[in-house]
């Protein structure tokens, strides 16, 4: 089944900053690469997706790249602000998987003022 | 409703005792998911349905674990004779489309199991 591994698990940055998050994933099946925000005692938010068909997407401060060949993601947060601070978990599906996401153990980022 | 709602909230439930969780997803989604996110983790997929009919349960942990979408709307987890390794936040999650694009999540039930 599919695999997907995250890092780095902490992150702190200062506000302003920029902030990258990174996922690798097993299954090049996925075609889905979706991005969840969650604070603490919260839901999981999504905050930005990909999919396979694309290299890269953009929401205002916030990018995900993709990589097929080599099997990655990532996540660029630019300007970072404290109400950006929250773990976020990465995830792929594809078509195969009827639905089913996998997702990373999480990165905590805290943004320092 | 204007989003997935879950009940209980929280949960604790002595070692051994039955719970039903509910899931209530998003009015005209056709997909439902259940997740189990452990402490510290990413959430666990559990199970997978498209409108009433439950298409994956692979993530299920055990016998224990039984859920139902009888009519296509709300969605009840059910979890027999708990044990202490079955605390955790569960969470349900909704979709429009079928498959697993753009899903918004409940905000959990927490079980303790004591």
């Known amino acids: 089944g599919e695999n997907v591994e995250q890092h780095p698990s902490t992150l702190s940055v200062q506000e302003g900053d920029s902030a990258v998050i990174k996922c690798t994933y097993s299954d090049s099946a996925s075609n889905y690469f979706p991005w969840y925000k969650q604070e603490l005692g919260k839901r999981p938010q999504l905050i930005i997706d990909i999919r396979s068909n694309v290299g890269e997407k953009k929401d205002q401060r916030i990018a995900v790249t993709l990589n097929k060949t080599a099997k990655h993601f990532s996540l660029h947060i630019t300007e970072t602000q404290p109400e950006d601070s929250a773990v976020y978990f990465c995830a792929a599906s594809g078509d195969t998987n009827a639905g089913k996401s996998t997702f990373g153990d999480g990165t905590t980022l805290t943004v320092k003022p | 409703g204007a989003g997935v709602s879950q009940s209980p909230r929280y949960k604790v439930a002595k070692r051994g005792q039955d719970v039903a969780l509910r899931c209530d997803p998003i009015s005209g989604h056709v997909s439902l998911f259940w997740y189990q996110q452990a402490l510290g983790q990413g959430p666990e997929f559990l199970t997978y349905?498209?409108?009433?009919?439950?298409?994956?349960k692979s993530g299920l942990p055990s016998d224990r674990f039984f859920a139902e979408r009888p009519e296509g709307s709300v969605s009840t987890l059910k979890i027999q004779r708990t044990q202490q390794e079955d605390s955790a936040v569960y969470l349900c999650?909704?979709?429009?489309?079928?498959?697993?694009?753009?899903?918004?999540f409940g905000s959990g039930t927490r079980l303790t199991v004591v």
């Open positions: 349905f498209q409108n009433e009919a439950q298409l994956d």
């Open positions: 999650a909704s979709s429009l489309e079928t498959g697993g694009f753009g899903y918004t």
